[in-house]
């Protein structure tokens, strides 16, 4: 079999699905995580993957201020107290991270269901 018939070949085997691509998994993926971005400020939602600095959100909100946290770590651990800001959520966004940082599982109920700011 010369080059082409086998680049061909297992490509034939890549459309068809007969072979496993080797895909890196992130520790966090599924997790309701907060992020931190170079310049598009902080948000939460469920990490759904992890290229390199990329990352891609599901259920994601932008916490644009907060209250009753010092630090992202603190947020991640109590949530937010009345009078922080937090966006609609929106169905998926692809962010480029500084750091993730996975948040509690009562925290993340509260953070879901704190209402969107100006609503």
């Given amino acids: 079999m ?9 490509m034939e085997m890549l459309l068809n699905g007969s072979v496993e691509t080797k895909k890196e998994t992130h520790p966090m993926i599924g997790m309701y995580v907060i992020i931190r971005t170079y310049s598009a400020g902080v948000h939460i939602g469920f990490l759904k993957s992890v290229d ?9 909100r932008q916490i644009w201020y907060w ?3 010092f630090t992202l770590r603190e ?4 949530g937010v107290a009345e009078g922080s ?6 169905p998926m966004v692809s962010l480029t991270k500084i750091e993730i940082i996975p948040v509690d599982d009562q925290c993340a109920k509260k953070l ?8």
């Avoid at 390199?52 to 994601?60: A, Y």
């Fill in 2 to 10: 010369n080059k082409e018939e086998m680049l061909l070949k297992m």
């Fill in 52 to 60: 390199g600095c990329e990352v891609i959100l599901e259920k994601s």
């Fill in 67 to 69: 209250k009753g946290a």
């Fill in 75 to 78: 947020l991640s651990l109590n």
């Fill in 85 to 90: 800001k937090l966006s609609v959520e929106i």
């Fill in 112 to 119: 879901q269901e704190y209402a969107p700011y100006g609503m």
